[in-house]
């Protein structure tokens, strides 16, 4: 009878042993997962010209937004991306999911959505304004009353149109579309009297217009949209990996190491030698930050590829804060030591 008492005992106490094993055992991290599966699964838009869209040619996925989840896959090492389009309604249950590893999908960072989950750095400082036919007599918010209003449901965009209208006491018909395209598809039919999103969305929707003049961008930004990657809660390596692909891209812009310089090892290594900055970041966490640039470029390439002078979805940088901090903007890195 001792014996089996004895023996019962052992095993409760095993069993006990390993559940509490078990349970203190910290949850796989987002990085080990990317890096198992050797590919990076990355939410996007998907039709946001500038941001994330096709490309015309090759069907490859392209922009802003595209590179960075390329510049991530560089950053942890692995060779490839697949991109997801999400929605404004999907992209927060998706990551939550873990259907995707990471969004860049202009989301702006809020204290309500940051309940629900991580943000990353501010990569593009934007505001929201107002798109009208070029013929129109709407020049800003108080040209409003009795408006037609054309918004991307979900998003920051259809609460801060509807708080200004009504802090106006407004009358005004909120027509709301699952995705932005649909809702600049529709001003363009004569459905509404306005679109109104971020200011950068609405130079892109009107720069690949078939003819850009019909429409014009009016009125002085109404919001603050700092737009941010967007990951799970409570996985520190993983929102170092995202945080730290973003600090890369900028600081390869501060020390001037751009996609040609970072993919020539015999002028890093000149670079390395004549500045401990530079060699820190060729070399912590094995070189990340400059795979990251291998990738994609630095911060200020990415940008003028998608937004810079000679592109159509041009978006001015100069006197924003889209520029380096270090220049008076606000983009920003953290010091790689």
């Known amino acids: 009878m001792r014996k089996f008492v004895g023996f019962a005992l052992a095993v ?41 869209f096709p490309d015309p040619a090759s069907g490859r996925m392209v922009g802003f937004d595209a590179d960075f989840c390329r510049a991530v896959a560089g950053f942890v090492d692995v060779p490839d991306v697949e991109f997801v389009r999400v929605t404004s309604a999907t992209r927060i249950p998706a990551v939550l999911a873990g259907s995707i590893d990471v969004a860049f999908r202009t989301a702006t960072h809020t204290i309500t959505r940051d309940d629900q989950i991580d943000f990353g750095p501010v990569t593009f400082f ?71 999103t971020d200011a950068s969305q609405l130079t892109g929707f009107r720069a690949t217009a078939p003819n850009p003049a019909d429409f014009k961008v009016v009125g002085r930004e109404f919001s603050d949209e700092p737009l941010a990657p967007i990951y799970q809660e409570n996985d520190s390596k993983w929102a170092d990996v995202v945080d730290w692909t973003v600090y890369g891209l900028v600081l390869a812009e501060e020390l001037g190491i751009t996609q040609a ?35 994609v470029g630095n911060y200020g390439e990415v940008y003028d590829r998608y937004f810079g002078p000679r592109v159509r979805t041009a978006i001015t940088r100069d006197g924003s804060r ?16």
């Open 126 to 196: 934007d505001g929201q304004r107002l798109l009208v036919r070029t013929d129109s007599r709407i020049n800003g918010l108080d040209d409003l009353n009795g408006a037609r209003i054309c918004v991307h449901s979900g998003t920051t965009s259809e609460r801060n149109i509807t708080d200004q209208m009504r802090q106006r006491n407004f009358r005004f018909q909120l027509i709301t579309f699952a995705t932005a395209p649909e809702a600049f598809a529709a001003l363009a039919a004569g459905r509404c009297d306005v679109f109104t």
């Open 12 to 52: 409760v106490l095993a069993v006990g042993l390993a559940a509490y094993v078990t349970q203190a055992q910290p949850p796989r991290s987002r990085q080990d997962i990317v890096r198992a599966r050797g590919q990076l699964i990355c939410g996007v838009d998907g039709g946001t010209p500038g941001f994330s």
């Open 322 to 337: 889209n520029i380096l901090a270090v220049k008076g903007g606000a983009i920003a890195s953290r010091p790689f030591r």
């Open 261 to 295: 310089v970072a993919r020539d090892a015999a002028r890093m290594s000149a670079l390395t030698a004549r500045d401990p900055i530079v060699k820190n970041f060729a070399e912590l966490k094995g070189g990340a930050g400059l795979r990251a640039v291998r990738s």
